[in-house]
């Protein structure tokens, strides 16, 4: 069933403020998925802040087309029947949510990307960014990191602490 040109021009427009926004983009290959299937897809994405769109090719050509950091991306990835998926808030979140449902679901391939940057990003690259921990947990395992000595520094010390304490109370206690 063929799509207005009004309905083209309102899904060009959504998807190009998704871009302009966007922080990380993946897409992959969904052929053989049923209508449950990608339903399921997009309720793990709603739940990460990813929005799921499955668009024709050429509208996403025309969109990245009207966002300045895309106007230079190589789109030759861009074949096929594809699901995108698109994050303003994580850069690694879309790729690891299409990869997540990809492990329960074989007929879903990762095809590739895009960087917040305007990088296209090929199938290799973005399984490596799928495996990558969220932006919360880099966080977290660099402030563990950095707390590490400080807290080793305070452990020593109340050991000798304490150590200092038998002494003057087995002196004491003499």
Do not use: C, W
Request: hydrophobic content about 45%; proline content about 2%.
């Amino acid at each position: 069933m063929a799509i207005s040109r009004d309905k083209k021009q309102t899904l060009v427009a959504e998807l190009t403020e998704l871009l302009k926004d966007a922080k990380g983009t993946a897409f992959a290959r969904y052929q053989g998925l049923s209508v449950a299937e990608l339903q399921e897809l997009r309720k793990a994405a709603r739940e990460a802040n990813v929005v799921i769109k499955v668009v024709k090719n050429r509208l996403v050509r025309v969109a990245l087309q009207g966002v300045n950091t895309y106007k230079e991306t190589d789109t030759d990835l861009l074949v096929g029947q594809l699901v995108y998926a698109i994050s303003a808030e994580d850069e690694v979140m879309p790729a690891k949510v299409l990869d997540t449902f990809a492990k329960t679901h074989p007929a879903l391939q990762l095809a590739g990307g895009f960087s917040g940057e305007g990088l296209g990003i090929n199938e290799a690259d973005i399984k490596a960014l799928a495996g990558l921990p969220s932006k919360d947990q880099l966080i977290a395992e660099v402030v563990a990191q950095l707390l590490s000595p400080v807290h080793d520094t305070v452990g020593a010390l109340g050991g000798n602490l304490h150590g200092l304490l038998d002494g003057i109370e087995a002196k004491a206690a003499a």
